[in-house]
Structure formats: structure tokens, C-alpha cells
């Protein structure tokens, strides 16, 4: 069964970059490693997937090393806003089963 | 639908009885989740659906749930005889289901379930 291990929580400071990074060392050879970030009382939402090497979007980038056996999250120039819970998602290899490890519980000072 | 529905979004039951909750996926999404959150607590998953076929049901608590989909789209979430560790917000989400791994899950807002 996959699974993920990542910080349970991490706190920084308005402006600085964050980084949170995954360990998913069962992950299929085929599967995307996804991000997602949850606020309270909402459901996660997406933030970026890749497979491999470097993924940006406009509001984060993410780093797979070449053998995809964890993955960085990272979040450049923090402010209160991002402050959630932090997910990386694996997926039990053959099937749609979606598991979510422990989460990490960001905290932005200001 | 623009986005994944879930309904009733906030649910006060009696210890005891039964509860159904519903999730209303994105048009043309062929897998289906389920997922419970507990207070302060991370995401447990519960079933998913490939079509109407639910492949594994071996995250459901116990057998006082189930989870049935109808017609590729509508599924629904039954609790019978609930007890008071069922409260939770359970949370539906949908996603295109293809093979190749790049699923990107769409989630409800989420249904909250209080049993007294």
C-alpha cells in the first residue's frame, strides 16, 4: 500500500519561502505526485501535480528528484493566506484508491 | 455540474439512526471517493467507485456503512444506526479516472454529521 510520510507541522514567516517535502517511496511508476491544500472547514483543493524534474504554476513549484522517491512542495513568498494544512497524495498502484499521509499544518507568522 | 455537490451540508442526528448522505460529481468524471475528516484529524479514505463498481470497499468502518453509485454519477453514502463516532464531515470528491495516474481529485464541500 502507498504511503507518504511528511512534517506534521512547520511554522514561518510572512515573505519567506517554504518548503515541505514528501516521502513516497512506494509510489507507481506510472503515478503523478499531487499536491493539495486544505483550509478549515473546506474540502482539499489542487495545487500542482508532476511527475518528474520541476513543475510551476502561479502559485507554487514542485521538485521530483530522479528516482520520484519523495517530492518538495515549495512556496515562495508566504503571507497569512497560506496558512493550511498541506497534502501530498499517493495511489495504491493498479487501482483509484487515493490515500492522504498525515498532512503538514503550515503556520504563517506575520 | 461546474463542481462536485454534496447534500445536506450539515446533518443533526439521534444516536441510532440512519443517515444518508449525497455527492453529486462533475459531469463526465468516472471515479468517484469518499473520505471521512475527523475534528483536527486528516482525511481517512472510505470507498471509491470506477463507474458503478466500487473495487474496494475495505476502507468502510464497519458494516453499518455503505455506499452505493447510480447510473455513473450520484452516489450515496448510508450510515445505519449511527453512533456518535460517525460525526465527522464526510467528503465526496470525483475525478476524470484516467489510467494514466494524472487524476487530479475534485472535491465537495463536505457534509457535516453530528450524532447525539
Known amino acids: 500500500l502507498a504511503k507518504t510520510t511528511q512534517p506534521i507541522s512547520m511554522d514561518s514567516y510572512e515573505g519567506q519561502e517554504v518548503n515541505i517535502t514528501c516521502s513516497h517511496n512506494n509510489i507507481a511508476t506510472n503515478d503523478y505526485i499531487t499536491w493539495y491544500q486544505q483550509f478549515p472547514s473546506q474540502g482539499p483543493r489542487f495545487i500542482i501535480q508532476?511527475?518528474?524534474t520541476k513543475v510551476t504554476n502561479e502559485v507554487a513549484s514542485l521538485f521530483i528528484p530522479a528516482d520520484r522517491k519523495s517530492s518538495t512542495l515549495s512556496l515562495p513568498r508566504v503571507s497569512l493566506s497560506d496558512t493550511a494544512v498541506y497534502y501530498c497524495l499517493s495511489r495504491t498502484s493498479g487501482t483509484y484508491k487515493y490515500i492522504f499521509g498525515t498532512g503538514t499544518r503550515l503556520k504563517v507568522l506575520a | 455540474g461546474a463542481g462536485v455537490s454534496q447534500s445536506p451540508s450539515n446533518k443533526v442526528t439521534e444516536k441510532g439512526k440512519d443517515v444518508e448522505l449525497r455527492c453529486d460529481p462533475i459531469?463526465?468524471?468516472?471515479?468517484l471517493y469518499w473520505y471521512r475528516q475527523s475534528l483536527g484529524q486528516g482525511l481517512e479514505f472510505l470507498i471509491y467507485f470506477q463507474g458503478n463498481s466500487a473495487p474496494d470497499k475495505s476502507g468502510l468502518p464497519s458494516d453499518r456503512f455503505s455506499a452505493e453509485r447510480t447510473g455513473g454519477s450520484v452516489s450515496t453514502l448510508t450510515i445505519q444506526r449511527t453512533q456518535q463516532e460517525d460525526s465527522a464531515v464526510y467528503l465526496c470528491?470525483?475525478?476524470?479516472?484516467?489510467?494514466?495516474?494524472?487524476?487530479?481529485?475534485?472535491f465537495g464541500a463536505g457534509s457535516r454529521l453530528t450524532v447525539l
Open positions: 459531469s463526465g468524471h468516472t471515479a
Open positions: 508532476g511527475y518528474k
Open positions: 470528491a470525483s475525478s476524470l479516472g484516467t489510467i494514466s495516474g494524472a487524476n487530479v481529485l475534485t
